[in-house]
């Protein structure tokens, strides 16, 4: 017999971006001294934690790979569809630039989930 599993709420979507915001990395710094991570999904996977965040990590970073239009990362997304890489800046400085936009970017999911 399977067992049908109850469809994720906003509400636990929002309360797992709103933790996960917590393990993503502020700079390049933090990301690398601070045990935070630089991507929106690997934090999303630090969130999780039973069944219901399971479920809702699962939507959630679906809907963010659609988003990517299935590229791999944003930095990758930035490349293919416009063009910018971080050969074009300075090392740190674009590091930190994506993470203010993956941070821009998870804020903005929040808001969307509330």
Same mark, same amino acid.
């Given at each position: 017999?399977?067992?049908?599993?109850? &469809? %994720?709420?906003?509400?636990?979507?929002?309360?797992?971006? $709103?933790?996960?915001?917590?393990?993503?990395?502020? @700079?390049?710094?933090?990301?690398?001294?601070?045990?935070?991570? &630089?991507?929106?999904?690997?934090?999303?996977?630090?969130?999780?934690? @039973?069944?219901?965040?399971?479920?809702?990590?699962?939507? $959630?970073?679906?809907?963010?790979?659609?988003?990517?239009?299935?590229?791999?990362?944003?930095?990758?997304?930035?490349?293919?569809?416009?063009?910018?890489?971080?050969?074009?800046?300075?090392? %740190?400085?674009?590091?930190?630039? $994506?993470?203010?936009?993956?941070?821009?970017?998870? @804020?903005?999911?929040?808001?969307?989930?509330?």
């Amino acid at each position: 017999m399977k067992i049908k599993k109850a &469809p %994720v709420t906003r509400e636990q979507k929002h309360a797992l971006l $709103v933790q996960a915001k917590t393990h993503l990395a502020r @700079d390049a710094s933090e990301a690398l001294h601070c045990r935070k991570t &630089p991507f929106i999904c690997w934090a999303i996977d630090l969130a999780t934690y @039973d069944s219901i965040t399971y479920y809702a990590r699962r939507d $959630v970073q679906r809907l963010i790979w659609e988003r990517l239009g299935g590229t791999a990362s944003l930095e990758e997304w930035l490349e293919e569809k416009h063009g910018i890489s971080g050969h074009h800046f300075p090392a %740190v400085k674009y590091r930190n630039k $994506v993470q203010e936009t993956r941070h821009a970017w998870i @804020d903005s999911l929040i808001e969307e989930f509330s």
